[in-house]
């Protein structure tokens, strides 16, 4: 009976500022998500199955910054993300391409490159709907965009598809306005920091893939 008070102390002390940045407080809870979310993009840069769990223990985190701040599209996503972090564990330590070798970093191709395209952008609106009538989120579409498109790029990252990176550049550049209009000043910089290292990471891939880097 004790536990969920003490769970709740727990949440509303590390929601509690750390600093002050721009104006706005910057709690112990997204600063803690932000260290961790930078690693984890490291170790994706790296291939290290390391960033699973450090993206399943960053997610829980902003999951529950995201709730406070309103922000239900965003904050659902990182419960997905979470379940997709144990997907995407299991898939580089035991996953298997058509052809049953392991994974190893690929490309999707141009059919499938449309076919991902297509879905992500049919599931924006819809999503963009549903939060708009059935919540109170104050930036329904706003909040739609980089949730449908990060599941997007969690599925082909946890495939090891080097188009992940694209789609995460995209989703960074979208989430830094985002971020800054709900004034998650850190966050903001974290997502501005994930930009180029979306970039480096794509960069990277594609030197395993053996194919010329792009200038």
Same mark, same amino acid.
């Given at each position: 009976m004790d536990a969920l008070p003490s769970l709740q102390s727990l949440v509303s002390?590390?929601?509690?500022?750390?600093?002050?940045?721009?104006?706005?407080?910057?709690?112990?809870?997204?600063?803690?998500a932000f260290v961790l979310a930078i690693w984890m993009v490291v170790c994706n840069m790296r291939v290290q199955v390391l960033a699973w769990p450090l993206a399943l223990s960053s997610s829980l985190l902003y999951f529950l910054l995201f709730w406070s701040g309103k922000l239900y599209g965003e904050a659902s996503l990182q419960l997905l993300f979470a379940a997709l972090s144990l997907w995407g564990w299991w898939q580089w330590l035991r996953g298997r391409t058509a052809d049953g070798q392991a994974l190893r970093v690929r490309t999707l191709?141009? *059919?499938? *490159?449309?076919?991902?395209?297509?879905?992500?952008?049919?599931? @924006?609106?819809?999503?963009?709907?549903?939060l708009q009538h059935r919540t109170d989120s104050p930036l329904p579409y706003w909040d739609a965009l980089p949730t449908v498109a990060s599941i997007t790029g969690q599925w082909l990252l946890g495939r090891k598809y080097q188009e992940n990176w694209p789609v995460w550049v995209l989703v960074n550049l979208v989430?830094?306005?985002?971020?800054?209009?709900?004034?998650? @000043?850190?966050?903001?910089?974290?997502?501005?920091?994930?930009?180029?290292?979306?970039?480096?990471?794509? *960069?990277a891939w594609q030197r395993q893939l053996g194919a010329p880097v792009p200038a």
């Open positions: 002390l590390m929601l509690a500022p750390a600093f002050t940045a721009l104006g706005s407080p910057i709690s112990w809870l997204e600063l803690v191709g141009p *059919r499938g *490159r449309w076919a991902a395209l297509l879905v992500t952008l049919a599931a @924006w609106p819809l999503l963009g709907l549903f989430s830094i306005a985002l971020f800054a209009l709900k004034g998650y @000043w850190l966050t903001v910089v974290l997502y501005a920091v994930f930009v180029p290292m979306s970039v480096a990471g794509w *960069r």
